[in-house]
């Protein structure tokens, strides 16, 4: 949201009022707090006919610091807000002559006594600050019943310096340039597709690449002007009266994630099957068991390793979403069905959504009980948009969320193992009455977080912990604790899978540890060039689903040789799993994704710091996927001797290599000093990766040492190895009592 016109002028329909000047200071135990007066002080007659804001800096965990920006005290913060993880701190306050400080950790907001400027300090250097016309209060002008006090409507403001050099990332799952200078982002969930400005995933937390990020406690649409509106800023806005951000300091790109993630939750530990190949019916094709059948079939005679099969909308019948029932026309029995492919070694996964259409039996139900929301008049809130006549669940309503996951325990117990949580984006705000009376304006994003939690808090219960999944596509601050999330709606194009992929990359740097994505796009069918390419791709994320929209996603309708590949990449993962298994808890107890930007994983590579067409898959394996038919990449290599994990062949890095693959091939490439655990089993994901362990080692100096921990299928230390090179030589020490092997590259 934009309030000025240039540097110097305010658009005509505001009035600002900015903090300043410091005019008086208090210090309690554990806060510090500060009044600005919005106008120079000069004599007593000042402090007359004029505004102040009270800034309020705390603690809620060690190196970060929680700033409240107040102008009208009286003005209550609206419901919801976002749940935070705190832990005692006790700061540290310091006054002289010219500053008073307040520090949690190593960090310290420095505040001027002059003039008006807070700097947010780390390691004696200043990491940004807030100063001249930077925080503040706008208001919209309005006619009001006294000329001489305008009334409208309330914004708060606040923008934060930027350095030379310094790039924002974040702000959720973002389909644009992934660097975020230049961007005005508003955090508002749409279903818009992939190739808009619209997002599935807002989150108002960003970081950059000077070892901070910041966190606007709000479940509204907070707008983010980055270096736009003033290009040597990020402002952030909200309507109220109130604004509260932290200052989120982890001195790295990871250990920034590591206490967004502690203060906001960390996702969960998934189950090691979540990570083999999901396929499924796709969304609107024809499909009954036979069909099913004949997918699964398929994929076992091609010797393609198959863990989870998911259905789609029309297991229900059409206008019905939700009414949780099997169509009887094309499922006649679900439960012999069901329990035919457990035997098979499958997952099964069902779609659902918190829309309840007007065909549905569960409509009346809900509608007289009060489980659906309602308009301020009283009556159902209802659309014909998606579902005829549908209503939405209200989540806020205790009694509602138990009649709702009454519906899922019945298909749980009948041998479903996990859901689909569509949609939760299209939520009302107009003319809107919650159950419990949260603000419609707030709930419109924090409606996901709700929806989802209540999901998987069914699943935990159902299944145990570390064995809840979801394939969920809206969220939230905090939504990471319930994954796993994907894409949304991308189409069958390189264009698409490039564009997936940078949303990908935002929503690692947002404190999501795991991701997906439509492999081949879910619009439109792709030719079987992107269709192998995509599959690469795909199998190299944390998770790996074929789903799309008119038309089926198996393999052998495309051309057989993708078959091939997608056999050849499903059963490199399913090898791959020591190794990935170990990423997936570091996720889980650190915040740090599976898939990672490459500036994440070399924060001191400013080459890195752009890259958005690589990532790393955990913290040694660079993956480029190919984005063009001729099989031509373009890929940048941080310094070392690398080793293609495919191939053998090694390159030196520190530049540019532009490389051609065939369709069994990409850029997958190991970085030196890597000891990669290897599994024996290549036809599943969830195993014993002790038995038949390789430790393959990769350009491992003379006396270097890695220490490599092998987890269990619930995440904890299965057995430990450390590899030190002495005369040219890997020895191993480990508390395994099984057989391993070590090769050397």
């Keep these: 949201m934009r309030f000025t016109n240039g540097y110097w002028l305010t658009r005509q329909e505001y009035i600002m009022s900015y903090a300043t000047q410091c005019v008086r200071v208090s210090r309690r ?64 306050i310091e006054e002289s002559e010219d500053y008073v400080s307040f520090t949690s950790g190593e960090l310290t907001a420095r505040v001027s006594r002059g003039g008006w400027q807070v700097d947010y300090m780390a390691g004696g250097r200043v990491l940004t600050t807030s100063g001249f ?59 818009g597709g992939t190739a808009s400005e619209l997002a599935y995933k807002n989150i108002p937390f960003y970081m950059t690449n000077r070892g901070y990020g910041v966190f606007v406690e709000d479940a509204s649409d907070v707008s983010f002007e980055v270096a736009s509106e003033k290009v040597e800023r990020v402002q952030f ?28 939750g960390r996702p969960a530990l998934l189950p090691a099957w979540s990570f083999g190949l999901w396929l499924s019916t796709s969304f609107t094709t024809n499909y009954d068991e036979a069909t099913a059948s004949s997918f699964i079939g398929g994929m076992a005679e091609r010797e393609i390793p198959l863990s989870v099969f998911h259905f789609d909308c ?100 009948m041998g479903v193992d996990c859901f689909k949580t569509d949609f939760g984006e299209r939520i009302p705000v107009r003319g809107i009455a919650y159950h419990d009376g949260s603000d419609p304006l707030r709930m419109h994003n ?31 601050a905090g939504g990471q604790q319930f994954p796993v999330h994907w894409g949304g709606d991308n189409s069958a194009s390189y264009v698409s899978m490039a564009e997936t992929l940078r949303a990908g990359l935002s929503m690692s740097h947002s404190g999501f540890g795991y991701w997906s994505h439509d492999i081949s796009g879910f619009e439109s069918t792709a030719p079987a060039d992107v269709y192998k390419r995509w599959c690469q791709f795909g199998v190299l994320s944390s998770h790996s689903r074929l789903h799309g929209s008119s038309s089926y996603r198996v393999p052998w309708l495309f051309d057989e040789e993708s078959s091939d590949v997608l056999r050849k990449f499903v059963r490199l993962k399913c090898r791959l799993m020591p190794y990935l298994y170990g990423a997936a808890v570091e996720a889980h107890e650190h915040g740090t994704p599976m898939m990672r930007p490459m500036m994440l994983e070399f924060p001191d590579d400013p080459a890195c710091d752009m890259l958005d067409r690589q990532y790393m898959l955990g913290e ?23 080793t293609s994990l495919l191939s053998g062949e090694t390159a030196q890095g520190g530049h540019w290599r532009t490389e051609t693959h065939d369709f069994m091939s990409l850029p997958l490439m190991v970085r030196p000093g890597t000891v990669l655990p290897m599994g024996s089993c290549d036809s599943r994901p969830d195993y014993d990766y002790l038995d038949g362990l390789e430790l393959h080692v990769y350009q491992l100096a003379e006396g270097e040492s890695r220490t490599v921990v092998i987890p269990d299928l619930q995440g904890k230390p299965a057995a430990t190895f450390t590899v030190v090179i002495r005369d040219g030589k890997a020895c191993v020490t480990t508390d395994s009592e099984k057989p391993y092997t070590v090769v050397m590259h």
């Design 314 to 413: 029309f297991w229900m019948k059409g206008y019905n979403w939700c009414d949780f029932e099997w169509d009887p026309e094309t499922f006649p029995d679900p439960e012999g069905m069901l329990r035919r492919y457990h035997e098979r070694g499958l997952r099964l996964c069902c779609w659902i959504n918190p829309y309840i259409g007007q065909a549905s039996p569960l409509f009346a139900e809900g509608m007289e009980h009060g489980y659906l929301i309602k308009t301020v008049e009283g009556d159902v809130w209802q659309t014909d948009m998606w579902q005829a006549g549908m209503g939405i669940l209200d989540v806020t309503n205790p009694a509602a969320r138990e009649w709702y996951c009454g519906y899922l325990r019945r298909l749980l117990e």
């Design 29 to 92: 135990e554990d806060a510090l707090e500060v009044i600005s007066a919005c106008r120079p002080v000069r004599h007593r007659g000042d402090t007359l006919d004029g505004g102040t804001l009270t800034i309020t800096f705390t603690a809620p965990r060690r190196n970060i610091i929680r700033v409240k920006i107040t102008h009208f005290a009286g003005k209550k913060m609206r419901e919801p807000r976002f749940e935070t993880c705190e832990e005692p701190v006790t700061p540290v």
């Design 237 to 264: 806005s909200h309507e109220g009266e109130t604004m509260v951000y932290d200052i989120i300091y982890g001195g790295t790109p990871k250990g920034t994630l590591d206490l967004y993630t502690a203060l906001t």
């Design 133 to 191: 016309r930077a925080m503040g209060r706008a208001l919209r002008k309005e006619e009001g019943p006294c000329s001489l006090l305008p009334h409208g409507k309330s914004y708060m403001v606040e923008s934060l310096m930027l350095d030379v050099g310094e790039n924002v990332y974040g702000l959720g799952e973002r389909f644009g340039a992934y660097v975020k200078n230049g961007q005005t982002v508003d955090m508002w969930n749409a279903d």
């Design 620 to 642: 040694s394996l660079l993956t480029a996927p190919v984005f063009r038919k001729d099989g031509q990449v373009q890929y940048y290599l941080p310094d070392g001797v690398w």
């Design 446 to 476: 924090y409606y996901t977080f709700l929806y989802n939690r209540m999901v998987f808090d069914v699943l935990k219960e159902a299944r145990g912990e570390g064995e809840a999944i979801l394939f969920a596509r809206s969220a939230t």
